[in-house]
């Protein structure tokens, strides 16, 4: 569950922009049962007692997954394989050979979930780059600590300049009239946070829109949002390089 930026009309030529975005997950990590997904809805593969986890322990194996760590794709994954997703060998009983993808984390937080007696599981926070697997991740830290585990949880709670606290649910999206719903909507240069503004007067403007070449006291950089003057409206993305 989570934070899903969706984007509708000229919006979805930025959002790649979210798929590359770095994100924030909480997880719940169940020690000592693994499951042929990774998550609460395989079938269980093997149990393991529960070493004592102390807090030396817990952060120990804390550091060995900051930075750059290299992954295994889980099978059951959207991942393709000869034009076919990895899930439909998975769900054939296929299992196919995945090359190690590099991947970031940036940061790691473990914990003892509160009800650790009954539940025998650790909290995660991770923020990561693109492409990291937290199931994959939450197996790998249930390894490390010797007893392997699987997720019960797992909650996107930031992607990009987005987070939990702006989400609307779809119940509450369903419940609104038009005129509220249309009003959750945000502008499209919300998903360009790293790109520099540059405004053009109306006939440079429409130069611009026209894909002609427009020449201003700018300096030369990599990402620059183009708005309109009047009315002021996103008109897409360039790159300045020696004042053009």
Not at 48 to 68: H, K, M, N, S, Y
Not at 78 to 100: F, Q, S, T, W
Not at 198 to 211: H, N, Q, S, V, Y
Request: a negative charge; one cysteine or more.
């Amino acid at each position: 569950s989570g934070v899903l930026p969706l984007c509708f009309g000229a919006a979805t030529k930025f959002s790649q922009g979210q798929l590359d975005a770095d994100k924030t997950y909480e997880a719940t990590l169940r020690l000592g049962v693994t499951t042929t997904t990774g998550d609460a809805e395989g079938e269980v593969t093997a149990e393991c007692a529960v070493p004592a986890i102390t807090p030396d322990l817990l952060e120990a194996v804390r550091q060995r997954f900051l930075g750059r760590i290299s992954q295994i794709p889980p099978m059951h994954s959207a991942l393709k394989k000869d034009g076919k997703a990895l899930y439909e060998y998975a769900r054939a009983g296929v299992e196919v050979d995945r090359a190690p993808r590099n991947v970031v984390i940036h940061a790691l937080n473990m914990a003892l979930a509160p009800d650790w007696q009954a539940q025998q599981a650790i909290n995660l926070i991770v923020t990561c780059g693109k492409g990291t697997y937290i199931r994959t991740l939450g197996e790998d830290i249930g390894r490390a600590l010797g007893c392997g585990g699987h997720l019960t949880r797992l909650r996107r709670v930031a992607t990009g300049p987005f987070d939990i606290g702006q989400c609307v649910t779809l119940d509450a999206l369903e419940a609104m009239d038009e005129p509220c719903r249309i009003g959750q909507l945000h502008p499209p240069e919300l998903l360009l946070p790293d790109h520099a503004a540059i405004t053009l007067a109306g006939e440079e403007a429409g130069r611009f829109l026209a894909g002609m070449r427009r020449r201003g006291p700018w300096p030369d950089a990599d990402r620059v949002a183009v708005f309109g003057e009047q009315p002021r409206a996103l008109l897409g993305t360039a790159h300045v390089k020696a004042g053009e």
